[in-house]
């Protein structure tokens, strides 16, 4: 199963992004995307920034992400 997780992006250097996932920082690739900013949200796959989504629905994906995973027994 292939999982894409909201990230807010922190800085931008050429084509790599700096982002955050609830307080840790990952490095992405922006080579799929354009127009992407500092503060923008993205969805990250396998290091790679897949799509811009705007910052509510990054806050109810990551909600929906950690509640199932919280209520997952293994």
Known sequence: M???IPAK???IEGTSALVTIEDVEYQASLLLL???HPGDFVMLH???A???VDPE???E???LIIEIANNNPD
């Open 61 to 63: 994906t990551l909600r």
């Open 9 to 11: 992006v922190i800085s």
């Open 57 to 59: 629905e990054a806050a």
């Open 50 to 52: 897949i799509e811009k």
């Open 34 to 36: 354009e127009d992407v």
């Open 46 to 48: 396998a290091g790679f």
């Open 2 to 4: 292939c999982l894409a």
